[in-house]
T-cell receptor, first 113, second 113 residues
Framework: KQEVTQIPAALSVPEGENLVLNCSFT??????LQWFRQDPGKGLTSLLL?????REQTSGRLNASLDKSSGRSTLYIAASQPGDSATYLCAVYTENTGNQFYFGTGTSLTVIP | NAGVTQTPKFQVLKTGQSMTLQCAQD?????MSWYRQDPGMGLRLIHYSVGAGITDQGEVPNGYNVSRSTTEDFPLRLLSAAPSQTSVYFCASSPGRPPQPQHFGDGTRLSIL
């Protein structure tokens, strides 16, 4: 079974700081990896999707990278803002183990004004 | 555009009671799924459907039933609620099967006493 881990579980940074969130997975035979944002009491909003053939994707101040061979992805947030405060989850789709998405436990980010 | 709508948003049940969590989408998506989110764990797949009349089990199906009589609706039934089913439940939909990205509802917070 695919295991997805996100470290740290919680992160607090001052406004304006650049930061990196980490996602690691045990089975490197993934089809794609997705980063989500979850606000309190809300569902998941997709931020970035990286196909297994890609190394990175960018959207505004967000950049996600993928290293399949090492089983890692990072989400880089530039010039953080208080509105970035949320929980960030990663999910991988793998065909070898169950044909489903496997989700990490998330990193809770607080950006302090 | 409503997207994926889940009702109710909150529910408290007593052990042994039954109830149905509703999920509706207005995007004409063929694929719908139910997840549960528990503290310290990633989202886990309960059941999914690839189209009207077709459902299948996910990773944690025990204690839950689903049906898909229309494309729009995918209700989740708890047959006899147990405290272990206390969780936040998310419904998601996508135009086709994974690995297509999914759209999530805002969740139902369920407490079993």
């Amino acid at each position: 079974k695919q295991e997805v881990t996100q470290i740290p579980a919680a992160l607090s940074v001052p406004e304006g700081e650049n930061l990196v969130l980490n996602c690691s997975f045990t089975d490197s035979a993934i089809y794609n990896l997705q980063w989500f944002r979850q606000d309190p009491g809300k569902g998941l909003t997709s931020l970035l999707l990286i196909q297994s053939s890609q190394r990175e994707q960018t959207s505004g101040r967000l950049n996600a990278s993928l290293d399949k061979s090492s089983g890692r992805s990072t989400l880089y947030i530039a010039a953080s803002q208080p509105g970035d405060s949320a929980t960030y989850l990663c999910a991988v789709y793998t065909e070898n183990t169950g044909n489903q998405f496997y989700f990490g436990t998330g990193t809770s980010l607080t950006v302090i004004p | 555009n409503a997207g994926v709508t889940q009702t109710p948003k909150f529910q408290v049940l007593k052990t042994g009671q039954s109830m149905t969590l509703q999920c509706a989408q207005d995007m004409n998506h063929e694929y719908m799924s139910w997840y549960r989110q528990d503290p310290g764990m990633g989202l886990r797949l309960i059941h999914y459907s690839v189209g009207a009349g077709i459902t299948d089990q996910g990773e944690v199906p025990n204690g839950y039933n689903v049906s898909r009589s229309t494309t729009e609706d995918f209700p989740l039934r708890l047959l006899s609620a147990a405290p272990s089913q206390t969780s936040v439940y998310f419904c998601a939909s996508s135009p086709g099967r994974p690995p297509q990205p999914q759209h999530f509802g805002d969740g139902t917070r369920l407490s079993i006493l």
